[in-house]
Each structure stands twice: as C-alpha cells, then as structure tokens.
C-alpha cells in the first residue's frame, strides 16, 4: 500500500516538476509538451558576444502566492484521468534535506494542483539551515539527528497537518559525510532515518543516503537549467555551473565541441535521461577542494597529525590572526606569520599547490563560455564587495583576481568581516584561472536564487528522486 501510494505521489510530482520553469521563468508564455516551438530569445550579457553557453532574456514572472492567475498553461487531456491526486486539496509538498559539509538545509517545495486534470506549478520554496554540519556530529550521531528534528519542526509549521502524511521527506549528504570514516557516517545516517521514521511525514525507502559528486554537480545543473528555462529550448544552449561547497568543488557544462568530450577522463563524462532526450555532460567533483578543505590543504594541516599542539601558519592570513577551525570532527589551530610576510602574491603561491596538477582542464572552459557560479563564490563576492548581496551580479574572472589583490593588500580592513577573505578569494582566483583554466574575460554569474528559488542540487535532486534520471 505504502508503495502504491508512493507511486501515485511520484506521478503527481514529476508533473510539477515538468511545468515548474512555466510557473517560475516563462510567466505568461505558451508551453507545449507536445509541440514544443516556443524558444526563448537570449541576449548576451553586457560587454561580452559570440557566447557558446548564453544567458536567458531578464523576464521577472509574477509570483503565484498571493497574485493572479497565470494564464497561458495548456491542459493535459486526459493525463490524471483516474487518479486523483493523494491529498485532496489543492495544495502538496515535498521536502529535500541538503546535508552539506558547514550546514544543514531544508527545502520545502509546494506545489499547486488546479484542478484534477491540469498540471500543478510551484508555488515557491521555503528555505531554512542549520550550522554544523552533520559531520561535525560524527562522534555523538544522536546529536547529529537533534538537527534535524529541529530543522522538521520548520517542515510542520510550513506544511499543513492534514497533508504531513503525503509528503516524502528525503536526505542526501554531500563531501562531509563522504570524508567521514564509513562507520561513523553511517552512523549519522541511521540515526537520521531513525528521525524521519519518528516523523509524521511519508519517509521513502530510500530517504537517506550520501549522494556521489557526479549525481551532486549534474543535479545542480538541472536545477539552474530548469529555472532559467534552457531545457525547454530544443537549441540546448544552457549555461554551465560551478558549485564551491566547504569539503567539495563541482563544474558541470553541457559540451559543445567533441574535443571536449575526446579529451576529457572517460568518468569526467555522464549522461541523463530528460524529456525523451539524453543529454551528455561534462562534470566533476573534487573531493577536498571545497573552499574550507582547501584552507587546510594550504595550511598543510589536512591529514596531518599532532593536532593537539601543530600550529599550522599562512601568508594568506592576518598576522596576528590566531583561531582554532573545526572541519568535520577535527580542531585544528591556525595562525598568521606574526614576524613574516602576507599578501596576495605570496598567498598565490600557497594556494597554487592545492589547484595545479589536481583539476583537469576542460578543452572547451577556454572559449567564451557563460557559467551560473553560486554556494560560496556567491558568498565570498558579497563579503568583499564585488556584488551585491540583495541581487547578485555578473563578473569576470578578472574581477575575481583585482579584488583578491585588493583583500589580501588590506588585510587589517578585511579583517572583521572575514579573516580568511583573502585565503578565499585567492583560491578562488587560482581555482577558475589555473585549475579550470578560464580565460579572465569568463562570464559568471553569481546568483544565490533563480526566480525566488535557490540555486542548489536539490530541486534537481526532487526531481530525480520522483522520475528517474537515469544518471550513468
């Protein structure tokens, strides 16, 4: 029964998932599943032409909660016929943990049903975090599941109590847990199972689980994607993604050229199955090149031993900066260079044996590419001023570097809103330019939301769960 049920919930919200970018990106503009003609016009970004990877038009779609109807939705003949949806109201959810290396993140998607045989759309995301990670539990799990109840009180007073019992409510961990010894992260994850188990919501069987980095970068691709409406064009001009996590880095673009694709490792490549189509990608993750893995790895102090007393020192840092830093379930003590040297070109240089020789270098990064860049790219922008934190903002990787320089050259005035702002910003730098192997006129996008929802995997990862993508 529960897997009938289950079943009928997956059909139901897979629909949503096919009309969501509708709701969200097209606004008033007809879509048809069978047809499929419309083609959204794109415009390059100011300053840059010749992109491969564009950026969609600027359209600001009204928000359904709370406004007027969208019109322009075509119905679908006969396409819920003899199964109504589980809960009878117009209304259902659907919740995803996001079980990262700093934090924990609950997104609650609801979705409206108009009527039986019309398609449902997103009505929005409610968005809510949690600091540690689980990881940092990996020595008292019980903690670790506290989080998480706290996190499914959020999901209680979100959701309406009548349709708690239809709503799936998965967890998928991400570089934290994949770093952890694999008796002490299954240890987390049972007790979170024993949590969602506890809960009042629909718990799947397959609800908890830690997600490989491949399935992390391309779900995050579908993700922006869908929300910038590129997978409703049949030109498959899409914008490339780069995620920056704390314990992993991803990059995830859509091949335009068979050199790519030729030259690249055989695992560099993945493909999925969408809209009676496969798409073929290239995509990445680098276990322990998320940016607070990387500040270890710079230090020296990943891997290390003799914690309890090492004192692990940087150029990258103030001088008289001196804090203990705890990543996963490990302290470490890090310090300036109180009678040394700091700055950017010194820093460059510490930095550079964290990147070089370990990221590959797609052939095709080279070209004029367009790429959405978010998770701490997004952050580190808006602490040192090269966007606004309200709106986001288009750089250049050159944008990058010029005020990495100027971070790292005015360490004391940087000082208060992050110590480590020029251990990051430099890694940054050298990530895109002598990792990835980005020209300095690259286009990024620095985006925390497309359309009020936020630019994870884990809408892609809803999607995923509840009609396969057949990722290989």
């Known amino acids: 029964m529960a897997q009938q049920m289950f079943l009928l919930l997956a059909s139901m919200w897979a629909l949503a998932g096919l009309v969501m970018v509708e709701a969200t990106y097209y606004g ?60 009878a109201s117009r209304v259902f959810y659907g919740v995803m943990f ?51 109840r ?37 240890a987390l994850l049972d007790e979170v199972k024993e949590v969602f188990d506890e809960s009042p919501f629909f718990v799947p069987s397959d609800s908890v689980s830690i997600m490989n980095g491949t399935n992390e970068g391309i779900l995050a691709w579908v993700t922006v994607n869908f929300l910038t409406g590129h997978l409703y064009a049949k030109t498959k001009k899409t914008v490339g993604i780069l995620d920056l996590g704390g314990g992993s880095t991803q990059i995830t673009f859509l091949p335009k050229s068979k050199k790519t694709v030729m030259t690249a490792p055989p695992s560099y490549i993945a493909r999925f199955d969408m809209f009676n189509d496969t798409y073929e990608l290239y995509t990445h993750s680098y276990l322990g090149n998320g940016i607070v893995a990387a500040r270890l790895a710079t230090l020296g102090a990943l891997g290390a031993d003799g914690l309890d ?41 510490e930095v550079m044996r964290v990147v070089k020789g370990i990221i590959h270098q797609p052939f095709e990064v080279k070209g004029n590419s367009v790429f959405f860049a978010f998770s701490y790219y997004y ?30 050259n005015k360490m004391t005035k940087y000082r208060a809103i992050n110590p480590f702002l020029c251990m990051d910003m430099t890694y940054i730098t050298c990530l895109l330019k002598e990792g990835f192997g980005f020209k300095d006129s690259t286009v990024l996008q620095l985006t925390k939301k497309v359309n009020n929802v936020e630019t994870s995997w884990a809408l892609g990862a809803t999607f995923d769960h509840l009609h396969n993508l057949n990722i290989h």
Not at 128 to 140: I, N
Not at 171 to 182: D, E, V
Not at 386 to 405: M, N, P, Q, W
Request: hydrophobic share 30%.
């Open 150 to 186: 706290l996190l499914l009180r959020v999901a209680k007073k979100t959701i309406p109590k009548p349709e708690w019992p239809h709503t799936p409510v998965v967890l998928k961990a991400t570089a934290g847990l994949r770093l952890l010894p694999p008796e002490k992260a299954k």
């Open 98 to 148: 996001d079980a990262g290396s700093t934090g924990t993140r609950i997104h609650i998607y609801k979705f409206i049903q108009k009527d039986p045989v019309g398609l449902p759309v997103l009505d929005n995301e409610m968005y809510h975090a949690v600091k540690p990670g689980l990881s940092a539990y990996a020595d008292k799990p019980e903690e670790g599941g506290e989080t998480i």
């Open 309 to 349: 007393w090492k004192v692990f020192t940087s150029s990258c840092l103030p001088k008289k900066f001196r804090e203990d830093c705890t990543f996963g379930d490990l302290t470490y003590k890090v310090s300036g260079i109180p009678d040394g040297y700091a700055g950017y070109k010194l820093c460059y240089h």
């Open 379 to 408: 952050d580190r922008a808006v602490e040192s001023g090269l966007i606004d934190g309200t709106r986001g903002g288009v750089v250049e990787v050159r944008d990058f570097k010029k005020r990495a320089k100027e971070v790292c």
């Open 28 to 87: 008033r503009h007809m879509y048809s599943p069978h047809a499929n003609t419309h083609v959204p016009s794109h415009r390059a970004p100011r300053r840059h032409t010749n992109m491969d990877n564009q950026l969609p038009p600027e359209t600001h779609a009204p928000e359904v909660s709370g406004g007027p109807e969208i019109s322009g939705v075509p119905e679908v003949s006969g396409a819920l016929e003899g199964h109504r949806p589980i809960n």
